[in-house]
């Protein structure tokens, strides 16, 4: 069920027609996240649930033998891991893995069938959040939660279940404990969120993506440098705009419900560096492979070299997490090379200067610094959104080249691009106007600014689209 | 009492909708889906049908014929690619109120309209077939949805670019074109007739249901629908059409033939009027009709 599609708002009417009543009894409540989160998820396709109750169950009793048997914990927790990157590896990585050792077994005369499945939604997001349960269980940072009905009202809870943000158990599961209620202030910052969630959605995403979609039509590539940049902005506001949407109206619904999810963006375009930019973008995903596998494996506890290597590592495996495909490898690699080059250099720090410079000097390094960090970010975007590696590395050619060839007009997509540039810049700086505005009108400000940004997202809305991050 | 700020918000958003549809640049009428099975399910009531391609479709307005001769009711019953089979020119009788006073079925002929492609191609072969509930959400409740409908940003950004077509809930589509181009359909109509000539068997249908209505007391009257006059001749040339033999036939099977001068009218694309000289058509059509009676 799409988010921005009119079943699920029937479906969200039903929800919380319901909700109030079956919210004070917690067996009845966890039973109804089930029940409707299933509904929501098997929408799509129902025998993909099975995979998700298999991963679900897997984790729940590896976590629960793990409180009855510590003495077998490793090989539980190991027992987890390989069923949950099993079913991931079979699904996702197990056709990108054969078509790449064909090649090599075609001299012996071995023949490998490459296989290819419907990728189960969201199988990426609830693999992780169940994963890190076992894990968090095993370090001793979670305790086991001894009923079935909770856990899986935890991991499967419908507002983040195919697009994240991957909550982590130890924050969820006490949440689902006491009876949930919502202040007004909740209720309305739910809303506020919901209403931002749609309009980054329908109204810049949706509206970026047709002419981000025909252009990168290998056949349809027009050699011009201005193009390429200009469009690969607008792919950076497309994905941005709609992941960040997706989350955004999953954290408004879970304030509805009386739950709170983690931020899971903060204004990632204004990043003073690299390493800014990834504690700003997906942050859910960057903080469990930061605690999962750079933390696990040593971080930087174990010397510099070590650590560009742990770094490399943790920035690959986050590239491939994305897609089975070479171009999110070199994704991946991409920022590696960005992060060990900022490490380096420090570059960042030495262009932004000392914090006592005057405002405008500190403003216009900052803007520099942060355009810097843009370009490398639309570079690698382009690896992202190609439909190949020699696609990108000819989209990149093209961009620095600067050379000029017919193409398609932009035009009707640049006030989209520019309505996506002034509410990104509004609302970073948002909290300091609202601040300035008095409380007695701020109660009446306030409803007006969300209404008016609900009003566009039903007359500005562009064709509607899947979410991009739901193939993940 | 202090009114919660997510009520408020939602009271405010209702306006805002309500707002947003008076000041909304109305595109069209009729909402698209809507209008071809308001056209299709049009009930028989109707004192005149209007009937043929996307030539009648575009050219003949029921309001400025009803105007010109009150007391009328007229209905536009023009497919896109029609095709002038027996199953179209009765589907189109059948929109007729026979109680009226010389109930009047108007068919619009024009060497395309009796061609095999026509009739596989036809509009009307694909929302005849729309019935049922489908045909009735798409009359009764799909105009409903017109009300969130998204604003033609990019045409009213660039309205220069973008012809404005406006469906009229009386089957007629009112065409707006930005930019005149006589010679426009010349290539089309020069690929049409390629291995598509018109069909001998499709012309004794329409010859045979003109007999089979007149039997039942409507008058059926024909003409060729009048285009631009170097497209009128490509297409007598590439469709070799003999209009003097369709016209006696018809005559014989007891319609009247109108003749209309193409030169009177200008058309937007060769082919078709845009609203100007389609309600003076209209008109034109009317008063002859009205000779007649």
């Known amino acids: 069920m799409l988010f921005n599609s009119l079943v699920f708002l029937a479906f969200l009417g039903i929800y919380f027609l319901f909700w109030r009543y079956v919210k004070h009894h917690e067996r009845a409540r966890n039973l109804y996240i089930i029940v409707m989160s299933s509904i929501f998820y098997g929408w799509w396709n129902w025998w993909f649930l099975l995979l998700l109750y298999a991963s679900g169950l897997t984790d729940f009793f590896a976590a629960w033998l793990m409180e009855i048997y510590p003495r077998h914990r490793k090989k539980l927790l190991i027992l987890s891991i390989i069923m949950n990157l099993g079913i991931l590896g079979f699904f996702k990585y197990s056709g990108f893995a054969m078509s790449n050792l064909a090649p090599l077994l075609e001299p012996f005369g071995i023949s490998v069938p490459v296989p290819s499945f419907l990728l189960p939604l969201g199988i990426s997001f609830y693999t992780f959040q169940s994963m890190s349960y076992t894990i968090d269980v095993y370090y001793g940072n979670c305790k086991p939660t001894k009923s079935v009905v909770h856990f899986f009202a935890s991991l499967i809870l419908f507002p983040q279940l195919v697009a994240g943000p991957i909550l982590r158990a130890k924050d969820i599961l006490p949440q689902l404990l006491p009876v949930p209620s919502t202040t007004e202030t909740q209720r309305f910052d739910g809303l506020r969120l919901i209403a931002h969630g749609y309009f980054k959605k329908v109204v810049i995403a949706d509206n970026l993506a047709p002419i981000v979609g025909t252009s990168f039509v290998p056949w349809n590539m027009p050699a011009d440098s201005s193009f390429w940049w200009v469009l690969t902005i607008m792919f950076a506001f497309q994905i941005y705009c709609d992941f960040s949407g997706y989350t955004d109206i999953a954290r408004g619904l879970a304030k509805w419900m009386g739950y709170e999810f983690q931020l899971n963006f903060n204004h990632p375009y204004s990043a003073a560096s690299i390493r800014d930019f990834w504690s700003r973008w997906h942050i859910s995903l960057s903080t469990w492979f930061r605690d999962y596998v750079y933390v696990p494996l040593g971080g930087s506890r174990k010397g510099t070299l070590r650590a560009h290597g742990n770094m490399w590592i943790t920035m690959l495996l986050s590239g491939l997490w994305h897609g089975a495909d070479w171009k999110f490898l070199i994704w991946g690699a991409l920022h590696s090379a960005y992060l060990s080059f900022e490490r380096v250099t420090g570059w960042p720090a030495l262009l932004l200067g000392s914090s006592e410079q005057p405002r405008f000097l500190r403003l216009a390094r900052r803007a520099i610094v942060t355009s810097l960090v843009l370009v490398q970010v639309l570079i690698a975007w382009v690896f992202f959104r190609a439909e190949s590696t020699s696609q990108a590395l000819w989209i990149l050619k093209t961009m620095f080249s600067f050379s000029s060839a017919p193409h398609a007009s932009l035009e009707p997509y640049l006030p989209f691009l520019f309505i996506g540039i002034a509410y990104e810049f509004y609302m970073c700086v948002c909290p300091e106007i609202e601040r300035m505005v008095p409380q007695r009108w701020s109660n009446w400000i306030q409803p007006a600014g969300v209404a008016a940004i609900l009003a566009a997202c039903v007359f500005l809305r562009g064709p509607g689209n899947a979410f991009i991050y739901f193939q993940f | ?293």
Not at chain 2, 106 to 124: D, E, F, I, K, Q
Not at chain 2, 198 to 210: R, T
Request: some cysteine; proline content about 6%; hydrophobic content about 40%.
């Open chain 2, 1 to 293: 009492m202090k009114v919660e700020r997510s009520v408020l918000t939602l009271l405010m958003f209702a306006s805002l909708l309500v707002l947003g549809n008076v000041v909304r640049p109305h595109r069209a009428t009729v909402n698209l889906d809507s209008f071809w099975s308001i056209k299709t399910q049009a009930p028989a009531v109707h004192s005149i049908v209007v009937a043929g391609d996307s030539r009648v479709m575009q050219g003949i307005s029921p309001k400025a014929m009803e105007a010109a001769w009150p007391g009328q009711s007229v209905w536009n019953y023009g497919y896109n690619a029609a095709c002038l089979n027996r199953f179209y020119v009765t589907s189109a009788a059948a929109k007729l109120d026979l109680k009226k006073k010389n109930p009047t079925l108007v068919l619009g002929v024009s060497p395309s309209s009796l061609t095999p492609h026509a009739c596989m191609r036809s509009w009307h072969n694909v929302h005849s077939k729309i019935t049922g509930f489908e045909a009735w959400w798409r009359v009764n409740l799909l105009p409903l949805s017109d009300f969130v409908k998204p604003y033609p940003l990019d045409e009213i950004l660039r309205p220069w670019n973008y012809d404005i077509y406006l469906p009229q809930p009386d089957g007629w589509w009112a065409q707006y074109p930005r930019h005149e181009r006589p010679l426009a359909s010349h290539r089309e109509y020069t690929e049409n007739f390629k291995g598509n000539l018109p069909s001998p068997e499709i012309m004794a249908e329409l010859f045979q249901a003109v007999r089979e209505l007149t039997g039942r007391g409507i008058r059926v009257v024909t003409f060729r629908m009048p285009c631009h006059v170097a497209l009128q001749r490509l297409e007598d040339e590439m469709s070799q059409w003999d209009e003097a033999c369709v016209r006696e036939k018809l005559r014989e099977a007891g319609a009247v033939w109108l003749t209309f001068d193409p030169s009177k009218y200008r058309y937007y694309d060769g082919s078709h009027m845009a609203v100007e000289f389609a309600v003076r058509f209209s008109e034109d059509l009317a008063r002859e009709l009205q000779k007649l009676d």
